[in-house]
């Protein structure tokens, strides 16, 4: 009787203790970390943005604000008014983005003697992936202007999706064309192309008024 008794004493007291062990990892679990920005895992067909804040031009804030170039120097979205401007946002450890450049490098090489500017904007940080992205500029034969998109930069241009790669067409005047997320092999490039082709088309119809 007495050992019949004592075991289910024993093995109450043992689950107990493992339960109470448990409930505290439960109950305290290391602070998550939340990434800078997310990225697909996979290729998506490309998603349309709505205008930055629901605007259809860029405002100034975003157009005068200094961009460190990769290698040297300096400059601004306003520095190409009067030409249609692709702003491209990416990142060396973005899988999509390893192959949406060579995409669109094949469109900007299309559009050469173009009044045409193309933008690629890193998000990562200069003090830390200086050497990975001129290691990726270079195996990439990226040709676009280079810079860093600091974090407030960033945010503004990704319209609330911290997620990349993201694409903008800007009009010769300032306004929005088209704004996405995303990569898609068999849509990217022809979307960015005929983008510009449109933009262009308008803007010489324009002219000849």
């Known amino acids: 009787m007495k050992k019949s008794f004592l075991l289910p004493f024993l093995l109450t007291i043992f689950t107990a203790t493992i339960a109470a062990q448990s409930g505290r990892r439960v109950t305290n679990p290391p602070p998550p970390r939340e990434p800078v920005v997310e990225t697909p895992t996979v290729e998506a067909e490309p998603e349309r943005l709505n205008p930055i804040s629901g605007l ?9 604000r200094e961009l460190k170039s990769i290698d040297q120097g300096s400059f601004r979205l306003a520095d190409f008014r009067g030409k249609i401007v692709v702003v491209n946002l990416w990142a060396t450890w973005c899988g999509p983005c390893r192959r949406e450049v060579p995409d669109y490098e094949k469109v900007r090489k299309e559009f050469a003697g173009k009044p ?21 500029v270079r195996e990439f034969h990226f040709g676009f202007r280079l810079g860093w998109a600091d974090a407030e930069m960033a945010q503004m241009l990704m319209n609330g999706r911290r997620v990349i790669p993201q694409t903008m067409v800007i009009a ?9 997320n995303g990569y898609s092999s068999g849509q990217s490039r022809s979307r ?13 119809t324009r002219q000849e008024r």
């Open 56 to 64: 259809s031009m860029l405002p100034d804030e975003i157009l005068n």
């Open 172 to 180: 010769a005047d300032g306004r929005i064309l088209s704004h996405w």
């Open 116 to 136: 045409v500017e193309f933008i690629g904007l890193t998000t990562e940080n200069p003090r830390t992936a200086s050497d990975k992205v001129r290691q990726f």
């Open 192 to 204: 960015l192309h005929d983008t510009i082709e449109s933009a262009l088309d308008n803007a010489a």
